[in-house]
């Protein structure tokens, strides 16, 4: 059985920097691409990073420049590293475990962790 945990959130100031982790077991952790995506109350969820198999990386127009999505292999963890959050970035915190779609480019899978709540307040 597949396992996300996501862990690292908590409460920052705005303008201050927190990494998330997504530690997987229960698959070839080698073998997901990998999202993380984020959720306020009452709206959809929002991908805001991907990393390939590979290491080839994408971000939300909304974050580039400020968040950096990484991947360890052999400890079966992706990393979101944001800096300079906004207080309208105060959301849970998901990551999901995908696969590549005909492009190479990631695709969504049905592994999801819990989430981590991050909110950003003076």
């Known amino acids: 059985q597949v396992q996300l945990v996501e862990s690292g959130g908590g409460l920052v100031q705005p303008g201050k920097s927190l990494r998330l982790s997504c530690v997987a077991s229960?698959?070839?952790?080698?073998?997901?691409?990998m999202g993380w995506y984020r959720q306020a109350p009452g709206m959809q969820r929002e991908l805001v990073a991907t990393?390939?198999?590979?290491?080839?990386?994408d971000y939300a127009d909304s974050v580039k420049g400020r968040f950096t999505i990484s991947r360890d292999n052999a400890k079966n963890t992706v990393y979101l590293q944001m800096n300079s959050l906004k207080p309208g970035e105060a959301d849970d915190y998901y990551c999901?475990?995908?696969?590549?779609?005909?492009?190479?480019?990631?695709?969504?899978?049905?592994?999801w962790g819990q989430g981590t709540q991050v909110t950003v307040a003076s």
């Open positions: 999901n475990a995908g696969q590549l779609d005909a492009g190479l480019k990631y695709m969504a899978g049905n592994y």
């Open positions: 229960g698959t070839i952790f080698s073998a997901h691409a």
């Open positions: 990393i390939t198999l590979r290491g080839n990386t």
